[in-house]
Each structure stands twice: as C-alpha cells, then as structure tokens.
T-cell receptor
Framework: NAGVTQTPKFRVLKTGQSMTLLCAQD?????MYWYRQDPGMGLRLIHY???????AKGEVPDGYNVSRLKKQNFLLGLESAAPSQTSVYFC?????????????FGPGTRLTVL | GQSLEQPSEVTAVEGAIVQINCTYQ??????LSWYQQHDGGAPTFLSY????GLEETGRFSSFLSRSDSYGYLLLQELQMKDSASYFC???????????FGTGTRLQVTL
C-alpha cells in the first residue's frame, strides 16, 4: 500500500497562474481533507470531502476549489495563484466509524507563488 | 469557532519525561488528537481521547479532561528521535474535521 500520495512535491508559480494538486489514497477511505501549513503554524483545513462527488468548505477555502470525482482522488485547484498561497499543502484521508480516529497524511506539496 | 493553546517550545534531556499541555475552546467537541511532525515531514497520528482519562501507548500517554477543556501529551524515556513538533487537534462534526493548535516544538538534548 502506498497510503496517501501527493503530486507534485514542489512547485513554483507566478502570480495569476493556475495549478492543480493531486491527492490519491489506496486505503478505500471515505473522508479526504486538504490542509495548508504556514511557518510556525498548525494545519488549517481548506476543503474536505465525505465521499465521492461531495465536497465542503473548511476554515480557509477562499481562492481554492476542489473536486472528488473518484473515491481515491481529491484534487485541489488554485485558479489564480497569489503570494499569500505560498505554503505547504497536505492531503489526508480517514475511514469512517467512531472507532477509527487517525487521519493519514500525504508527504505534502511545497508551493511557492512569486 | 475553535481555538487551541499549547506552548510554543519545550526542551528536555534525553531519558527524561516531558508533558505538553493543550487547552481548547470549541463547540461540537468529539475528542482530542495528538500528532507528531518532524521537520520537513508529514504529521503522523499519536493518540486520540474521546473520554476523560489517560490513554497509554508505549512511551506516549495522552490525557483528557472534558470538563476543564484540557488535555496533555506525556512522553517518557525521551529519545533524540522524539525531537519534533507536536500538535493537539480537536475533532468536531460528523465529518471528523480537525482543528489544529499551532504546535509545540520539542527539543531533546543530551
């Protein structure tokens, strides 16, 4: 099992450019999440999904869009990148059920917007 | 909204015991999680408390008091590899969303 993978690992964008970050999980998890982490801060939830075809806004959704067309994939889009979106982006997934409380994180994507 | 407070830095000697505290204010509380993150790495799950009391997993233990909105992570027999950032996170809502604290950077010294 690869667990949670993220593509790309690093990216540099110019202001106004667009890009899509891909998250894939092979654990058949229902729930998936996108977070951003800025220096010296905790992770902040951008968007999340509780199943294929469903998405919802998290704490800091502005400037991002997401799609969950397949259960194993969760895409994060930046339509017009801004320097404030320079961050490390983590994807996570989790199975359902109250007995399972662990979110599994991908290795992260380090994004710089110039 | 939710807010969590934890110390920004803690330093301890190898072999010692260290406690990292976390206080929170939230609505719709389900439980308190702890995650470890090494520099340049991804967060990894350590523990989860939904009920009051102590949960032990090897050298790590986690405690929760729901009435005090307080929890802590206890690390025993510290090793150099424990040097990392530790985040508490409250779980809220039916989608098991997590709100993270800003993290405690633990440095283990010789």
């Amino acid at each position: 099992n690869a667990g949670v993978t993220q593509t790309p690992k690093f990216r540099v964008l110019k202001t106004g450019q667009s890009m899509t970050l891909l998250c894939a999980q092979d654990m058949n998890h229902e729930y998936m999440y996108w977070y951003r982490q800025d220096p010296g801060m905790g992770l902040r939830l951008i968007h999340y999904s509780v199943g294929e075809g469903t998405t919802a806004k998290g704490e800091v959704p502005d400037g991002y869009n997401v799609s969950r067309l397949k259960k194993q994939n969760f895409l994060l889009g930046l339509e017009s990148a801004a320097p404030s979106q320079t961050s490390v982006y983590f994807c996570a997934s989790r199975t359902t059920g109250s007995s399972y409380n662990e979110q599994f994180f991908g290795p992260g994507t380090r994004l710089t917007v110039l | 909204g939710q807010s969590l407070e934890q110390p920004s830095e803690v330093t301890a000697v190898e072999g010692a015991i260290v406690q990292i505290n976390c206080t929170y204010q939230t609505s719709g509380f389900y439980g308190l999680s702890w995650y470890q993150q090494h520099d340049g790495g991804a967060p990894t799950f350590l523990s989860y408390n939904a009920l009051d009391g102590l949960e032990e997993t090897g050298r790590f233990s986690s405690f929760l008091s729901r009435s005090d909105s307080y929890g802590y992570l206890l690390l025993q027999e510290l090793q150099m590899k424990d040097s990392a950032s530790y985040f508490c996170a409250v779980r809220t809502g039916t989608a098991s969303k997590l709100t993270f604290g800003t993290g405690t950077r633990l440095q283990v010294t010789l």
